[in-house]
């Protein structure tokens, strides 16, 4: 075999990859260039075409989003905290209560195994939740498809509701983006902690590494700015080749069956985010929609990006999705961990 056969598999799911994401991300779908890229490269993949994606292309594109996520964390927000204690203490109980709540509903009533429901019941962190799946924990058909369908059910519902709730203030201006400077040398940090991490057996450990010497660089001074739309559009576009390459096998029934479990998931998550938002809103005084919004189960990067446009508090709105994630990538260990001793006993 030739070196370009070796490498003409990697090459289509690139062009593919980066194609759908391009379309879709010009047509304004939410999370369009990681949607794009997993139609396109999972519809070539189910019709016979050979794909491939290299395992460090796919830890780089956890380390910019990481890294991404990471660079909404500043010492303006870190000042603010006290007066979020509330807040913040609630929105860790619903995450628990969400969880496990989902994860009962997606074992006991669809037939999912324990890592897989827990994973698709994450709410708030895709990104974390599928890269653990990439990594062998679960089905990762199943939590991808589930928590695309979280996300794209959430991004529609959430701002008409929030703006039902309140009349946020006008939309504030979004920060600079990050200076190559910044950007490559925390990418670069990441990719090398993250294979640390992984070697010790820790899930997505290079999104995680990217997130927390992104928010050390960023509250420190070290760095400024978020990360830039081109490498965001490209950790995306990745992961969603990767994602497309493994979800060219679901069949129209097992989709059937996942659109019934995503359904009840998202309306249990969103019930759960509106009681405890309320609660909330009770004890603070804060605007009901800002919580809401902070508190919603849908993707990190989506909500924060509809909390500022709506004209919501970025700090408020930054701080308890980043706290979202935080308690998240804690919670997710302990409870696969959990749920795979229930497995083997």
Same mark, same amino acid.
């Given at each position: ?7 003409? %598999? ?6 593919? @990859? ?11 779908? %939410? ?26 292309? *796919? ?6 989003? !990481? ?14 905290? %006290? ?21 009962? =509903?997606?074992?006991?009533?669809? +037939? ?23 990594? !062998? ?16 059910? =959430? ?18 201006? %979004? ?24 070697? *010790? ?6 999104? =995680? ?25 490209? +950790? ?7 994602? !497309? /390459? *493994? ?8 989709? *059937? ?49 509809? @909390? ?27 409870? =696969? ?7 083997? /006993?």
């Amino acid at each position: 075999m030739s070196v370009f056969d070796t490498i003409r %598999p990697h090459l289509a799911a690139a062009g593919l @990859g980066l194609g759908g994401a391009a379309i879709a991300a010009l047509l304004g779908l %939410p999370a369009g260039s990681l949607i794009g890229a997993t139609v396109a490269v999972a519809s070539a993949a189910a019709m016979g075409r050979r794909l491939a994606v290299s395992p460090r292309l *796919r830890d780089l594109a956890f380390a910019l989003i !990481g890294v991404s996520l990471g660079a909404g964390v500043d010492a303006q927000i870190l000042s603010q905290l %006290p007066a979020w204690s509330v807040s913040l203490a609630i929105l860790a109980v619903a995450l628990v209560a969400t969880v496990l709540t989902g994860q009962h =509903l997606l074992s006991r009533l669809f +037939g999912y195994d324990g890592e897989t429901a827990v994973l698709a019941s994450s709410p708030g962190t895709m990104s974390n939740a599928i890269a653990i799946a990439l990594e !062998g924990r679960g089905d990762a058909t199943a939590v991808t498809v589930l928590q695309l369908m979280r996300l794209l059910i =959430l991004v529609l519902l959430v701002p008409p509701l929030a703006i039902m709730f309140d009349t946020p203030d006008a939309a504030i201006a %979004p920060a600079e983006d990050m200076l190559l400077v910044y950007l490559v040398p925390l990418v670069g940090l990441a990719l090398i902690l993250g294979k640390l991490g992984a070697s *010790r057996g820790i899930p997505a450990a290079c999104l =995680l590494a990217g997130m927390i010497i992104s928010a050390s660089a960023h509250v420190t001074g070290l760095a400024t700015g978020v990360a830039p739309n081109w490498a965001i559009f490209i +950790g995306f576009a990745i992961t969603g080749t990767v994602l !497309g /390459t *493994r979800l060219s096998s679901v069949s129209l029934p097992q989709l *059937r069956r996942l659109s019934s479990a995503g359904a009840a998931v998202v309306a249990t998550a969103l019930s759960l985010s509106l009681g405890f938002a309320f609660l909330t809103y009770l004890l603070t005084g804060l605007p009901f929609g800002q919580i809401w919004v902070a508190y919603a189960p849908g993707g990190v990067e989506a909500m924060a990006a509809i @909390g500022l446009a709506l004209g919501y508090d970025p700090a408020f709105v930054a701080a308890h999705h980043f706290a979202r994630i935080l308690i998240l990538v804690v919670l997710m260990p302990i409870f =696969l961990r959990k749920r795979g001793s229930r497995s083997v /006993t």
